[in-house]
């Protein structure tokens, strides 16, 4: 009867769309009898339990669920079957976590998703698997950037100079774009400012605002997140790449993005190849991991234009978000302003010794982060073998998302966690309660727990209170006060506008695009920076 049914239904459709739909019917019945079997296989082995979670459809899984902000979708679902639950994502099983879990190896492998292989040359640090090569790898990026950033007194010195130096070029072109009362769009200049800090501590060079090269490969961050996100088409359901699509062209972006953005910082590794002299002291995190790939075989030649490009790409577009989420409109910064005349007054900058003694500012960037979880999801996980988490078995290459939305929103955790409140993180004294601001959960967890986090706290704290001290802020009366976002790996404010009027006692004269420049050519030239 059913049949019949069908026969007279397909009946008036065209003969193709009928095959098409016809094949579709017979691959979903093999999806969905695929499900049932697999179900009833782990309940004869009389395995321990499996996390609940929605049904998936066939061929899509419970990719139609999860819309276009996941980590509320997945703090939604999460209501309905608790902090741990299982989708299908195309073809693969995954587990969300929400709340804190603690993540052992069995969490550190990453999934062999198509995207990532696309990653610094197919040889990434951060979205390659999990393995002996893989920790060497790690701990070797890991001292390098300590080595150029926080490592010790003298390399701390370093990078708050550079830094220092691109936020008072930051700030000279804010101010100048908002003359006569202009609104201006923050977004570019603190890509580049902040990817200027980054390119002098990798490669010893610094772009200007307007360099078109730099721009083109700073510039597009949002499609790269968009790709490797949680949830992402071009991974859940590959073969759709296979047909003229929007998930084609999207993957065919990325590829061209990683190749351009992999081809600048090889070019600069075959510079420094060339220039770096034996027994010379290395200039830049470059020249430092040219030297230890020399001293670790094991590692190839490749990974160390691969391991740069890593760094350079995880650190531009995630500062540049937090600096980004830190001015938006609604947020604004009078306490910090007051903070900072009190406690540095107007005859210097802020510096990094201040930090201990501005408590408001630290207090305003916890929050911020809390707030905005800007990496609300981390990168996507995957099991490396069998393993439990709240007694349910997971099995091996599982993949994972860790929603650290959920962990920085949890009621039980924060009072009023939907309010911007950056006295939460201060005691009754004024000072900063550390118990409170180890439990923001942006840099992750475990094995897999990002590798900048000093130096992006201290980059965060030092351009921030430049740029409260230097500027006031209004926002444009003519946009709509509420934010909005787009999501990816990172979520970004939609482009709103800012007036940066100079703060009327400003101490440090605003520059003009040519002093701007000369200056930093001495100031290069003293730092011993190579100019290439
Ligand atoms: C506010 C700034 C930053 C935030 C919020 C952030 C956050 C994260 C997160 C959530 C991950 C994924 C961890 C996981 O998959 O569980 C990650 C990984 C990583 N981050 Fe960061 N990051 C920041 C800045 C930086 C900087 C400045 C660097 C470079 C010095 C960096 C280098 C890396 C690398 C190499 C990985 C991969 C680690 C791995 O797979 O083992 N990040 N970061």
Redesign the pocket.
């Known amino acids: 009867m059913a049949l019949e049914r069908l026969g007279e239904a397909l009946r008036g459709i065209p003969p193709l769309q009928s095959s098409l739909l016809l094949l579709l019917c017979l691959l979903a019945a093999i999806h969905l009898g695929k499900l049932v079997l697999q179900h009833q296989q782990r309940r004869r082995q009389g395995q321990r339990r499996e996390p609940p979670g929605p049904f998936p459809w066939p061929l899509i899984g419970n990719a139609a669920q999860l819309g276009s902000a996941p980590h509320l979708s997945f703090a939604r679902l999460a209501s309905t079957y608790g902090a741990v639950f299982q989708l299908r994502l195309g073809r693969w099983p995954v587990v969300v976590l929400n709340g804190e879990r603690a993540m052992g190896a069995a969490f550190a492998g990453?999934p062999p998703f198509p995207s990532f292989q696309l990653v610094s040359g197919g040889l990434s640090?951060?979205?390659?698997g999990y393995s002996e090569l893989w920790k060497l790898h790690?701990r070797a990026?890991h001292a390098t950037?300590r080595a150029f950033?926080t490592g010790s007194p003298a390399t701390r010195r370093l990078l708050e100079r550079h830094l220092v130096g691109e936020a008072r070029a930051l700030v000279a072109l804010l101010v100048r774009g908002s003359a006569g009362g202009a609104f201006l769009d923050p977004t570019r200049v603190l890509v580049v400012a902040v990817a200027n800090v980054?390119s002098a501590l990798c490669f010893g060079r610094r772009y200007s605002h307007g360099d078109g090269e730099f721009l083109r490969i700073v510039g597009r961050n949002e499609q790269f997140g968009r790709a490797v996100g949680a949830g992402s088409l071009v991974d859940a359901l590959p073969w759709l790449q296979r047909f003229p699509s929007p998930i084609r062209a999207a993957y065919r972006a990325f590829r061209d993005l990683n190749r351009d953005f992999y081809g600048f910082v090889r070019g600069k590794f075959l510079q420094h190849q060339r220039s770096l002299r034996p027994g010379a002291a290395p200039r830049d995190m470059m020249d430092a991991f040219i030297r230890l790939q020399r001293e670790q075989p094991r590692l190839q030649l490749e990974h160390v234009p691969a391991t740069v490009t890593?760094?350079f790409g995880?650190?531009q577009d995630?500062?540049s978000?937090?600096l980004h989420a830190a001015l938006a409109p609604g947020i604004l910064q009078a306490k910090m302003q007051e903070e900072v005349d009190r406690i540095v007054g107007r005859d210097r900058l802020p510096c990094a010794e201040d930090q201990p003694h501005l408590p408001y500012i630290m207090a305003f960037l916890y929050e911020s982060?809390r707030f905005s979880s800007?990496?609300p999801v981390?990168?996507?996980?995957a099991t490396t073998t069998n393993t439990f988490i709240m007694g349910y078995l997971i099995p091996k290459d599982t993949v994972i998302f860790?929603n650290?939305w959920s962990v920085n929103h949890d009621p039980a955790k924060w009072s009023n966690p939907e309010d911007f409140d950056p006295t939460r993180f201060l005691d009754e004294n004024g000072f900063i309660n550390k118990d409170l601001t180890s439990s923001v959960m942006?840099?992750?967890?475990?094995?897999?727990?990002?590798?900048?986090?000093e130096?992006?706290k201290v980059?965060?704290f030092l351009f921030t209170s430049i740029l409260v001290h230097q500027c006031n802020f209004t926002a444009n009366p003519n946009e709509d006060p509420k934010m909005d976002f787009t999501y990816g790996l990172t979520i970004k404010p939609k482009p709103f506008t800012l007036n940066h009027r100079a703060n009327i006692q400003q101490t440090i004269p605003l520059l003009t695009s040519h002093a701007i420049k000369l200056s930093y050519l001495v100031y290069l030239k003293i730092n011993h920076v190579l100019l290439v």
Do not use: N, W, Y
């Open positions: 990453r640090l951060a979205f390659g790690r990026a950037v950033s980054m890593d760094i995880a650190s995630t500062l978000t937090a982060m800007f990496v981390t990168i996507p996980h860790v650290q942006i840099f992750s967890l475990g094995k897999r727990r990002c590798i900048g986090e130096l992006s980059q965060l």
